[in-house]
């Protein structure tokens, strides 16, 4: 099931590929029916994953792929990986119609490569082979640079290129760590003959490695994840992608790719390197402290508003390592429900950014005031939407903010309430937003005669808003699905550090 | 000499046969070549695949003409690249050179006189052989640059070749002659069984050094690179891919013989001078690249890193020889199997690559600059794909076979870093990393110009030349086999054969 979920995305994007390109209908159709169809079919997998059964990863799939290298196809999900599956596939449908308007040039390219960019994240989230992941975590940035260099706005080149040597630049040093493991796992087989060498998670998590080794191998691994989330300092390349990258990229961006920054924290820096994460924590707190506040800070003066959104994004984010890196079962929690919700909210606020651009062809503030009176359905969504992201309670950012607080708190309050700080920063610059953009008088002509949101636009901004609401009336089904794994990942870092 | 040893040599007579009947049928009056002449070069070279593929299974590890030649996996595995590189070469050819007015016969037999030389090379394990088919290779290769005479370039680009050529193939025979002198024998296999166990007297070491200088020359590693930009950017372009790609796969396999199996003992000099050899080779082949315009030169300048990532295998192969257990240490393939993975899959996409280029070019061998790629998605969508899947691959992206190879490589070298604990190993493989990083921006620029940028106006209306079937065939027998390669078939263990069947055969010499 699994696989037919990772690679319905491919098949779709190579029959795609095979429609003529002046079939603009048919293209337009079959990329939302392939994302809709791959959405319905991962929806099965949340009543198939039972929290707390015997095994914490379910649905596995294995086959034997390179075999001379130990290398091997193995797809399996926990909580954690069950939900960010259900984030990309809900997404993606709403990215599809997003981009209908947006995308006026060479789209069957374009849905090919959103296509093919869904597939590779599915797998990054899957793979129980750290080859696997490797495979799809540098596969993912090939679809997003060209997005970004073809689709994009008016230095697309320069951000394309800043994007693509960033993220690389963080996964080559991984590579080699990733070598590096699986040789000391096959140096170790062939001294003890019940290990096999290969690649699997689970073999490599029971590796037993120096504190230097796990230092290097944190700093390798730690470099490539910062680079995704992105942390403070390793942020820049950030605001120029999203501002850049068309609309339906911004969202995938800020709505799935970050979350594999958090995503590979969780998954293989904290398991695999507890000894060195353990040492690393401080400095890593420090830097996510000061990335909330800085972020918040240079979201307050930008006047673009989705260079405004896009720093809200590393605001955001920082929050979310703080919560991981509290390191016990609130904070993780609280980090991963954080992760979930920011894809929503950010991806949220893009497509409204884009709507607007697409009237008046402008993102600065000053071009707009007093629009509520004339788009009051858009008003509406922007703000429940902006809310939400602010941590609005009863709405989904308050959950996550709050249990990672809860977390922090308990780790370092003086960090707790530097980071607090940061989301009031936040309530600050994003309610500025909405008063500038929507309240006051109309000061120009041009805004008079903006016609409101359109039958499309409400219809994909509902399942949005409907999730919003839902996770944060009622977060008990996230958190009762990931909480075996946050359990086991808090319980094996607190053994391995010796309380 | 008996029928065996005929047999053996079956891959090259195949080639030689078609050469020798193509110079027969030649005609004096004629100033093209007829259209039996690529047909046959063509037949030559399947022939030569034919008889690798009957030899393969059973007859590995042979001594042919008493240990000139051996026939194991590992020569017939380069033999195998160098005849496909081969037969792209040809295919790619032929409109290239009719449209140039050049479809003179001479250029078929001179790529299979060449094809031949290299593939001797990888079988050799004798001084003489070894330099016997570097000179039938490289002699063809330095008219082949200069097909194109009339053009300065080109012409100065064969004598260039031929000057320098010549000094390296001097420097290799120095070399040799100085390890004759050291132990008074040509084998290698003979110098082998002498050294094992004892120290190698600095005459040989010295020798040894001669002989990586003639052979660097050839791959053109720093500081022996000098030359190759100005050959590459002159040489006809099909040409210059057949020769990035097929000196390089004669050349590192002649240097894995001979350091494999004469260079057994310790030799902390010779070590780091190949440490430093690939450092420097990567890093300027890099940097330079970053600088240029001209998009051939550009993959002349990347040509050199790629000698470089290559070095750097043969760095640890080295280190993992004299860290264990002397001699018998060399246990583990993995820098053979790399170099050899690696091997494939960069001949894959560089004779592609240049075959398009080749084809896209206007003036003969003028070469393209980065802006004349602009736009042409919007012309000729396939030909960019097929473009920008060789660039992912040249940089090693996964998903293509580059990443594989690259893999390889850089496994070979924490491998070695791990079981001798030899720290300078693992950052050689860092310093391998970093490099890769530089070579992508240079790479990109190639997709970045095909798919961003907007056809120039001047030229929209602008007819593209015909693309005949047999270079269709190439791109796309190319483009599908580097994602083939890179989405992994188990190609490995075809790869660790021959590799083992080369330590196995060392073995045997030593007993």
Redesign the interface.
Known sequence: MLSLVLFLPLFGALMLLLVDKSNEKLIKYGAFAVTVATFLMSIPLYGAYEAGGASLFQLEESADWIPSLGIRYAVAIDGISLLLVLLVNFLMPIVVVGSVKSITRRYRDFYVLLLLLQSFMLGAFMARDLFLFYMFWELMVVPMYFIIGVWGGKPRIYAAMKFFIYTLAGSLPMLVAVIYLFMKLRHQAELDPELTASYSLEALSGLSLTLKEQWLCFLAFGLSFAIKVPMFPFHTWLPDAHTEAPTPGSVVLAGVLLKMGGYGFLRFAIPMFPNAVEQAVPVIYLLAVFGIVYAALVALVQTDVKRLVAYSSVSHMGLVVLGIFALNIDGIRGGVYQMLAHGLTTGGLFLLVDMLYERRHTREFSEYGGIAKRMPIFATFFIVITLGSIGMPGLNGFVGEFLIFLGTFRVSPVAAIFAVSGVILGAWYMLATVRKIFFGEITRDENRNLRDIDGREIALLCPLVLMIVLMGVVPGPFIEKMEPSVRAIVESYQSAIGN | MDWTDIRGIAPLLWPLAAALGILAMADKRRTGSKPMTPMLAIVGLLGSLFAIWRLWPEEEGTSLFRGAIVLDGFGLFLGIIVAVCSLATILLSIDYLKRREKNLGEFYVLVLFAAIGMMLMGMSRNFVTILFGLEVMSISLYVLAGLFRERSPSAEASMKYFLTGSFATGLLVFGMGMAYGATGSLDLGGIGIQQAGGNPSPLLVLGLGFMLAGLAFKVAAVPFHMWLPDVYEGAPTTVTGFMAAGVKIAAFGAIIRVFAEVYQNDSESLRSTLWWMSVGTMTIGNVAALAQRSVKRMLAYSSIAHAGYLLLAIVVMQGRLDTATGYLGFDSSQSVEGILYYLLAYGIATVGAFGILAYLERDAGGGLDFDDLAGLKGKQPLLAMALTVFM?SLAG???TAGFIGK?GV??AA??AA??TGDESFMLL??LG??N??VG??YY?RV??QL???DLPEAREAEVMPARPPAFRFVVATSLIATLWLGF?P?V??FG?EPAMQLVKSALESLN
Do not use: H, R, W
């Open positions: 992912l992206i996964p998903g893999y850089f496994a924490v491998e791990q079981t493989a860092v990393i970093l890769s990083l992508l921006y990109l997709p970045i798919y961003a940028k992994g188990d490995m263990n660790v």
